[in-house]
């Protein structure tokens, strides 16, 4: 079974999974700055190549241990997605971006996980936890704080595609084991077309 664990930045997703083995844990990949000068098709370029190693990571940690619990999706289309919702990125980009995960998927470097678990915390209780932890600086958090609305229906479409797929908590164990398609395309291709597009 791959977890995914999702949810705006400070939403506590590092947190949950610090709770459990660290062996199946696949974190983060951290703070990443494209080369300035990469055109829109080098931009979604780079970030399927930053994030199949994560779902390459997943899978061998499932094939070991029979799970793996991913801090932030190794998808990460959500973000191009978001940012086009609010203004903030271009819906040329996330449709570069929607291309090549596609084609990754085809490829089986990347998939659709098993189970999501999404937190939306409020605003308050967002930034609470922002304030609170002197770890992290989170530059870019007022940013995506904006976004969460973008990521609350970007798996809401894919839950009223597969509802099973997606839990809107962080719960106190890991779920029930299961395992689904990973790699369904046609699922793929309904998430995308169902998305809504209106501005946040």
Wanted: proline share 8%; glycine share 4%; net charge negative.
């Amino acid at each position: 079974m791959i977890v995914v664990v999702e949810g705006p930045s400070a939403a506590g997703k590092t947190s949950w999974v610090s709770r459990f083995d660290t062996r199946i844990a696949i974190p983060e990949t951290g703070r990443v700055e494209p080369p300035p000068a990469l055109s829109p098709e080098g931009r979604a370029d780079f970030w399927v190549d930053k994030n199949c190693p994560r779902w390459a990571a997943a899978i061998e940690v499932e094939r070991v241990y029979g799970a793996a619990i991913c801090d932030t999706d190794p998808l990460k289309l959500h973000y191009d997605y978001s940012l086009a919702r609010a203004g903030a990125g271009s819906w040329e980009q996330f449709e570069l971006s929607q291309a090549r995960c596609r084609d990754a998927m085809e490829r089986r470097h990347l998939g659709i996980a098993d189970i999501v678990l999404v937190s939306l915390p409020d605003d308050t209780t967002l930034e609470r936890h922002w304030r609170s932890d002197t770890t992290r600086s989170r530059r870019n958090f007022e940013l995506h704080r904006r976004l969460t609305p973008a990521i609350r229906d970007w798996y809401d479409a894919l839950a009223h595609l597969d509802a099973s797929r997606v839990m809107w908590s962080f719960p106190a164990a890991l779920p029930d084991m299961v395992t689904r398609p990973c790699f369904d395309l046609r699922l793929f291709d309904a998430w995308m077309r169902s998305l809504p597009r209106e501005p946040l």
